[in-house]
């Protein structure tokens, strides 16, 4: 199906809304955006988006704050269906990709079980777009032919870890951490025990494609010290690409991607 | 209004007789803006002030969950309660926004006496400033102001950008900047460009395109613009990437907007970085634009999750285009099979076989579930499902070609529950 055909009434589309700026929206994305009745936003969302609403749309916020209230999952698929029972047209918008690490598939599930329709528009994920908006390429011939991309919100040494970093060190691809700011130094002790040498270069890029994105560099038995002080939302690359680091390669002239009303 | 009527002021189709507003656009970078109210009309204000850098201060009692999240993650500062006259003390611009007709006129008394424009919700009458209908495409602001006719100003300010949009207003005549973008196409569908992707190719003088760029972009190319097709290059690897970079440089030094455009994204398996080193090495400034990578994109379309929480936290994107222990191969597929995660295989139709047999060899199972999808997001897309070891035959009994993607694992089981549309 065409992701710009009109939203049915009682349908949910799952928007990924890229790194942040608005600009790297798609299309449909957008087309999405303008037919919603209701949306539901994430913390990650790029908020220059929601000015693509039309005036008598629902914006609610169904992110978890730091200090906020938390919105359990389950809560947010109940709030899909409920507002797709109502005939209403349901954007669900999020940061990135909706199905990197974004639960995306919950929520189809959820809509799926309650016979709710949904329409997936992919994003841009800042795996990818993070890095690449601070120079860093995650392949690049001749040097390195692959890269894996895993969750670090759960320390190596935690029995609900599910990582094999012993694998992850042997695979010889680029590494890309999300949500491995807090648990970083426990990542990058992990991959040097495992035999990833100590001068591998890393990178820490915070605020991918904001106008605030800051970018640490240093080797992997330092990147931790070095990303002192970061907050996320952040990627780390670890491996030879991370020496191509730079503070942003973002269009900068005029000065933002987005494009608005 | 009778003094400005004397006058003969009279403002085009104003037949009440009102001088017309005078146009402006404020910088309002670092400075304090303060929006009285919290409801839908503030909402809609806020973000349009967040990109105009702003500091934005809300007063209200009571906000909408959108305006509570901004406030949460520090883009906004809330007030939470009435307005005071002393909220305005330092402000340069002021939105009485609720839907309370006395408390806007005390913001509008307040803002008078201290020389601040201020906007009203309520009464445009009544008001010292008036909001337009405006969007921005390509750097530019457009900008309608109405006679307070909202309705008619957004008609024509939509039917302002969407000629921007289709081109039918040249916007190369604004000078830019000589230069190299590197624009990420998407997987194929044209509606899975990104904006900024769009407005990129639409200022371009020049553009280098790929066999898997959105093809439907170049149909939109003005006339006069170059459109340097990779595919009539010569062939060869080596001597078409360098061909390649030196006409990026050429013609960006010859001071033209050149645009490389590819499929999926420029990093992922796109050879972007050589070109920016080209580009580096001759002195030529060079901007990314990341775009969907068809290894991300394309099974999501085809409903496949790459991490589903509980089945895995990780995945894995793969060239295929060296089989298992060829001698230039990068990646170390013993390793690779013993990750628990989801792996994505891409330009590796030919080697699929083999790839399968290296991956079952060092551990993965047999049966685990794999999907082959073919000319992702297109129209022409086929995808088949079967299992590592079914691969090579599955492949082969569908004729499936490149491009393709291959993906490994428990969540190509996730692909289409029932009742999904
Ligand atoms: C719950 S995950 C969601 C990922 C998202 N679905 C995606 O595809 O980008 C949140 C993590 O994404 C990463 N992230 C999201 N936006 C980012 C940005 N603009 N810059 C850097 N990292 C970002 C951070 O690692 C953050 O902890
Ligand atoms: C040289 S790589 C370039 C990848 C591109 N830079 C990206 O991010 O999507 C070409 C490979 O991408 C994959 N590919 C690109 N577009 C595709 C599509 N629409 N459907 C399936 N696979 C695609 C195929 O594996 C193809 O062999």
Request: proline share 7%; charged share 20%; aromatic share 2%.
């Amino acid at each position: 199906m065409s992701s710009l055909a009109p939203l049915e009434p009682g349908c949910v589309a799952l928007v990924g809304g890229g790194p942040g700026d608005a600009g790297l929206m798609t299309v449909a994305g957008r087309a999405a955006i303008e037919q919603a009745d209701v949306l539901l936003v994430d913390h990650l969302a790029p908020t220059g988006a929601l000015a693509w609403a039309g005036p008598a749309a629902e914006v609610i916020d169904v992110s978890k704050l730091p200090r906020g209230a938390f919105t359990p999952q389950e809560r947010i698929n109940e709030l899909l269906v409920e507002h797709a029972r109502r005939g209403r047209r349901v954007v669900r918008l999020k940061g990135g990709d909706s199905f990197v690490f974004g639960r995306g598939k919950e929520e189809v599930l959820a809509c799926a079980e309650a016979g709710v329709p949904t329409r997936v528009i992919p994003g841009v994920t800042s795996a990818v777009a993070a890095p690449a908006l601070a120079g860093i390429p995650v392949t690049h011939r001749g040097l390195v032919h692959g890269f894996s991309v895993i969750s670090g919100h759960v320390p190596p040494d935690d029995p609900t870890c599910g990582l094999d970093y012993a694998a992850l060190v042997g695979a010889g691809t680029s590494l890309v951490v999300l949500m491995g700011v807090a648990n970083l130094p426990a990542i990058a002790d992990e991959l040097l025990a495992h035999g990833m040498p100590a001068d591998t270069p890393a990178a820490v890029v915070a605020r991918g494609g904001h106008p605030d994105q800051e970018v640490r560099a240093a080797s992997l038995d330092r990147i931790a010290a070095a990303a002192t002080g970061i907050e996320p939302p952040a990627v780390t690359v670890i491996g030879e690409v991370a020496r191509f680091a730079v503070p942003t390669l973002a269009p900068t002239h005029p000065t933002l991607l987005e494009e608005i009303r | 209004m009778g003094r400005v009527a004397e006058r003969g002021v009279t403002g085009p189709g104003d037949p009440a007789g009102h001088a017309p507003p005078y146009p402006v656009g404020l910088r309002l970078e670092g400075r304090r803006v303060v929006v009285v109210g919290g409801g839908h009309v503030a909402q809609r204000r806020v973000p349009t002030l967040l990109t105009a850098g702003a500091e934005v201060t809300v007063v209200a009692p009571d906000v909408t969950p959108a305006l509570e999240g901004l406030a949460g993650g520090g883009e906004i500062s809330w007030e939470r309660r009435g307005f005071r006259a002393a909220d305005l003390d330092g402000a340069w611009y002021v939105i009485a926004a609720t839907n309370d007709a006395e408390v806007n006129v005390a913001v509008s008394e307040a803002a008078e006496e201290r020389r601040i424009f201020c906007v009203r919700s309520d009464d445009g009458l009544a008001a010292t400033a008036w909001t337009p209908a405006s969007g921005r495409y390509a750097g530019m602001t457009v900008a309608v102001l109405g006679n307070r006719e909202p309705r008619r100003s957004a008609a024509i300010r939509d039917q302002l950008l969407g000629a921007l949009r289709d081109g039918l207003v040249d916007v190369r005549a604004e000078a830019r900047a000589p230069g190299v973008t590197l624009v990420g196409g998407g997987p194929g569908d044209p509606e899975l460009v990104t904006l900024a992707a769009r407005r990129a190719v639409a200022e371009a003088d020049v553009v280098v395109a790929d066999r898997l760029a959105p093809r439907e972009l170049l149909g939109e190319l003005a006339p006069d613009v170059e459109l340097v097709d990779v595919t009539k290059l010569p062939r060869g690897r080596a001597a078409q990437q360098e061909e390649i970079n030196r006409v990026l440089v050429e013609r960006a030094r010859a001071g033209k907007r050149v645009v490389r455009l590819k499929g999926g994204d420029n990093f992922v398996f796109g050879r972007g970085f050589e070109e920016i080193e080209a580009c580096r090495a001759a002195g030529v400034p060079v901007e990314v634009v990341p775009g969907l990578s068809s290894a991300i994109a394309v099974p999501g379309r085809a409903g496949i999750p790459l991490t589903h929480r509980g089945m895995t936290h990780e995945f894995t994107v793969i060239s295929g285009h060296l089989p298992p222990g060829h001698p230039d191969s990068l990646v170390e597929w013993e390793a690779l099979a013993r990750t628990r995660g989801t792996l994505v295989l891409l330009m590796a139709v030919q080697n699929a076989a083999a790839i399968a047999a290296a991956l079952v060899e060092h551990g993965r199972a047999a049966d685990t579930p794999v999907a082959v999808i073919a000319d992702g997001t297109m129209p022409v897309e086929r995808e088949v499902v079967t299992t590592l070891e079914g691969l090579g035959a599955a492949i082969e009994a569908a004729g499936l070609r490149p491009p393709a993607i291959i993906v490994v694992g428990d969540v190509v089981g996730l692909a289409r529950p029932d009742g999904e549309g």
